[in-house]
């Protein structure tokens, strides 16, 4: 009798105790997994960080509130670690104020918040790329396309006069990524020596359609002239070769099935971030080249960064070295199959 | 594990604790279930509401967003190429387009207008106005002001909520920075509050990223006076369920997208919660209630299980104490009912024997003591005929008539009709009888005298105890041939006793003899001094313990055998039968 009591209250407090068990997982919220090289960083961070501990990826699709929702309800089953891509990098403070209150430490990546939010918390840490330098490759990539002298440009310039005729594809007008790599793509130039036109600027929210849309729009009018396309990303990038290609602009003349750069007719489009498919155009000769932002490398220094983090070893061992006590920055790579 | 307790208690504790681990138990689990059910509900109704009322406010801001992103492209284009004119009026249908929108105006870097939708004159000037500065001091962002009184025109008090952007454009072919402002009227803003059902006292909160109240949507809640804007601090995002002052709302707290604002909504749930503590109430009186009436029900059970066994306990003890008459009456259950009737069965079974036994005794009794009555008389009527013979011989006519009249009367006395018990006067009457004949027998070789005490003659005694000691003193006492024997014989009361003493002045008893004597008396068997032995055995079968023979004696002096007997005056009906 006395045992199955005492039997009967172990089951009971057991019962108890499985309702409360302690999470001891990373958990990793993305933005939008609709978006290829968010996709792409957040299957390879699961990818490297499974290996050393167990992690679950949250999608907010795109809104605020739903990724709120899931970060409030993930802190109460006190996570190790939270790797957070916002929604709305202005909205990060109350995430970083609470995670401060819980102690749990934070790794925002691929949209910076606000340095005085991340200065609120000791233990909020970014890992990026700088846009800048996104912008910086993609104008050493038109340098290399139009024959690296600025008062001599090559076949490349087709009218012959000097100037590069532009058309710019922008992310989201007022996100910090686009306004930097639209920003410092003209401004390396310019530095460079180069003269350039911008034909237009074309906002199109880092999003292949709308970019596909506005292309097939606009482009009928500047098709004479324009001597380059660069995007703020390879989605864009992708949408403008789709519309190009929907209005003839590339000719494949020996029908390999390759636009070759040196018989057919193209106009050079770059992109930035390098994702899976922009290989693919490259391979196919639509796209030029990219500016790798490289999700594999991010991933890596991401998770390196979370091994230091939970082992406790010091910050200072970090392969790539921390600035400002909370910044991981990795480098952009120019990326072509040209050079292979 | 219930060995040590009664079998009321046992069933009680048994049932007590079935009957509250089932209880508590289900109780628990439905507890459990019940509050999560209504935390859910309260959960995701609440973030529901909260959901719809960010995306209006988002919707709001978007619009402006949408607006200030076209104009920002427009005018770096439009500067570009000096189309300024152009610009103006983009402006101007940019802020009529919108209902909410009240004027875009653009500044250059020190605060004077640069580009302007409005026609009125703008007053001087703008660059200490802390949506410029904010403007200035970080250019990748929007700034959202908190509502404010428009001070822009000197005509205009309106409320206005200012959105400026830090804005690149070109003057003269130069690339400047300048500052773009959008006013927004603040009535959608507000009536967005009103067109939300968030119940009694339900509230939306606005706050900056310093947490100062930007907007309440009621004027009672203020900076310095609102309960709610400290819970609002303390949850910092999120949602929960809090009570402000005598309401119970849920709180949620979430950002509204591109303003560094944090919106609060409060949702008043007091019909849920109300509706839970009325269920947690009933829960627990029915936990309470049922565990009453499970002890009740326990204690009627048990009662009725143990009570015929009790019953049979206590009636038991009774038997033990000597009561055989009652009869146990159990009424319960079956198997008791047959056992108390087995045991009744039982009981007078011992009862029909225990009767014989004592039939049987009292049988036996009366024939030894008519046996013993019996055993007194024939040798003492011999001598006595013997003296009364020797007496005519001697012509002593006159003693013999004297010897005659107290043999009749010591007979008759005797005999008393067949009574048993007879008045302690005729008892004394007896021996003096006995006495007077004795001592004519043994020619006045002894003396005797009686003390009485008068109220001795109302009471009664058994029969013929006097004559046998009497008997004893003369032969045992009295042998001296050469002293004048004495023989006193008392009779007294003391307390509830009658003393009988007859004390003679022979030679005496050594206590050995005494020993032997009270032995003898006592022994069942037939032995010496049989007069005694006789005496005490009748004053033992019909007084019991009540009665006794003591026997003392100083040597060369007396000897004193007294008989203790019971006050009693029976003498009406003390034939035994």
Redesign the interface.
């Known amino acids: ?2 045992k199955l009591i005492s039997l ?1 209250s172990i089951f ?1 407090l057991l019962l108890l105790l499985g309702c409360s068990s302690k999470s001891e997982k990373v958990h990793l919220f993305i933005y939008n997994m609709n978006d290829p090289y968010i996709a792409a960083l957040g299957n390879e961070i699961m990818r490297v960080g499974s290996q050393y501990f167990p992690m679950e990826i949250h999608d907010a699709f795109n809104s ?2 739903i990724q ?2 899931r970060i ?1 309800e993930v ?1 109460k089953t006190k996570p190790k670690l939270l790797i957070i891509n916002p ?2 990098r ?2 990060a ?3 970083i ?2 995670a401060k ?1 819980l102690n749990i430490p934070l790794v925002f990546i691929n949209r910076e918040p ?1 340095a005085k ?1 991340l200065n609120l918390y000791q233990h909020a840490y970014y890992v990026g790329a700088l846009a800048e330098q996104s912008g910086i490759l993609q104008a050493e990539l038109v340098v290399e396309l139009f024959g690296n002298q600025p008062m001599q440009l090559n076949s490349m310039d087709r009218n012959q006069d000097n100037i590069i005729q532009m058309i710019i594809f922008k992310g989201e ?2 996100h ?1 990524d686009a ?1 930097l790599r639209s920003e410092y793509i003209i401004q390396e130039l310019e530095n460079r020596g180069f003269t350039l036109e911008i034909l237009t ?1 074309e ?1 199109a929210n880092w999003n292949r359609d709308i970019a596909k849309n506005r292309a097939k729009l606009i482009l009928p009018e500047y098709l004479p002239s324009v001597e380059v396309i660069v995007s703020n990303n390879d989605a864009m990038a992708i949408g403008v070769i789709e519309a190009m290609i929907e209005l003839g602009i590339f000719i494949d003349h020996d029908d390999d099935g390759i636009i070759d750069h040196d018989t057919d007719t193209w106009i050079p489009v770059i992109g930035i971030d390098g994702i899976f498919e922009a290989t693919q155009w490259m391979r196919s000769g639509h796209l030029y080249a990219t500016v790798l932002n490289d999700a594999i490398n991010q991933a890596y220094a991401t998770v390196a960064l979370i091994r230091h983090i939970l082992q406790g070893i010091p910050l200072i061992e970090l392969e790539i070295s921390l600035t400002n006590q909370r910044y991981v920055w990795v480098d952009y790579k120019k990326y072509t199959l040209l050079e292979d | 594990m219930f060995r040590r307790l009664s079998i009321k208690q046992g069933i009680i504790t048994a049932m007590m604790i079935v009957v509250s681990l089932a209880l508590t138990v289900a109780s628990v689990v439905f507890f459990v279930l019940f509050n999560n059910a209504t935390a859910e509900v309260i959960h995701s109704s609440s973030r529901e509401i909260n959901k719809q009322v960010i995306m209006n406010y988002e919707r709001y801001i978007d619009q402006v967003i949408e607006t200030a992103n076209y104009l920002t492209r427009k005018t770096i284009e439009m500067t570009e190429d000096q189309d300024n004119l152009q610009l103006i009026s983009l402006y101007t249908q940019a802020a009529q387009m919108s209902q909410d929108i009240e004027t875009i105006i653009m500044f250059d870097r020190f605060g004077v207008p640069f580009i302007t939708g409005d026609e009125r004159n703008t007053l001087a000037n703008v660059s200490q106005a802390s949506w410029f500065m904010s403007a200035v001091g970080n250019k990748e962002i929007f700034h959202f002001s908190a509502p404010h009184p428009q001070a822009l025109f000197t005509s205009a008090i309106l409320e206005v909520i200012t959105v400026t952007k830090s804005i690149r454009y070109y003057d003269q072919g130069i690339v400047r920075d300048g500052v773009l402002m959008i006013d927004l009227t603040t009535e959608n803003f507000r009536g967005l509050a009103q067109k939300t059902n968030l119940g009694d006292n339900g509230l939306i909160l606005i706050l900056d990223d310093s947490s100062n109240l930007v907007y309440s949507s009621r004027a009672i809640c203020n900076e310095m006076t609102c309960v709610n804007k400290t819970l609002v601090d303390r949850i910092i995002f999120g949602g929960q369920s809090v009570q402000v002052e005598e309401d119970f709302m849920y709180l949620n707290v979430n950002t509204l997208k591109h303003t560094r604002w944090r919106i609060a909504t409060f949702i008043n749930i007091n019909s849920i919660f109300q509706t839970r503590r009325t269920m947690n109430i009933a829960i627990v009186s029915i936990i309470v209630g049922s565990l009453f009436l499970g002890f009740g029900f326990s204690v009627v059970l048990s009662k009725q299980i143990s009570d015929p066994i009790h019953k049979l306990k206590n009636h038991m003890a009774l038997i033990e104490q000597g009561d055989m008459l009652t009869e146990v009456k159990v009424k319960g259950q079956r198997e008791v009912v047959a056992l108390s009737k087995n045991f009744n069965h039982m009981i007078l079974e011992i009862r029909q024997l225990l009767d014989r036994l004592v039939l049987e005794q009292k049988e036996k009794r009366k024939s030894e003591f008519l046996a013993l009555q019996t055993q007194i008389n024939p040798h003492f009527l011999y001598n006595t005929l013997d003296s009364i013979v020797w007496l005519a011989e001697n012509n002593q006519n006159k003693e013999v008539i004297e010897m005659v009249i107290a043999l009749s009367k010591f007979f008759r006395i005797s005999i008393s009709r067949g009574k048993n018990v007879i008045r302690v006067k005729d008892e004394l009457e007896h021996a003096k009888q006995y006495l007077l004949i004795q001592k004519i027998r043994y020619n006045k070789k002894f003396d005797y005298e009686f003390q009485i005490q008068p109220n001795v003659n109302q009471f009664s005694v058994v029969k013929l105890i006097l004559q046998p000691i009497i008997e004893n003193a003369i032969h045992h006492g009295l042998s001296s041939e050469f002293e004048t024997g004495k023989i006193n014989i008392s009779a007294s009361t003391s307390g509830k006793k009658l003393l009988f003493e007859i004390e003679n002045n022979g030679y005496g008893l050594t206590p050995s003899r005494i020993q032997e004597l009270n032995q003898n008396m006592r022994s069942e068997e037939q032995a010496n001094g049989v007069g005694l032995r006789n005496v005490y055995q009748r004053l033992k079968l019909y007084y019991g313990e009540e009665a006794d023979v003591i026997i003392s004696s100083e040597m060369d002096q007396r000897t004193n055998i007294t008989l203790v007997v019971p006050l009693r005056k029976d003498y009406q009906d003390e034939k035994i039968n």
């Open positions: 009798m006395k009967f009971i605020q509130v709120n929702e409030e802190m929604v709305d202005l909205g403070y109350p995430i104020e609470k209150e606000l939010d007008q007022g910090q306004e600027t906002i």
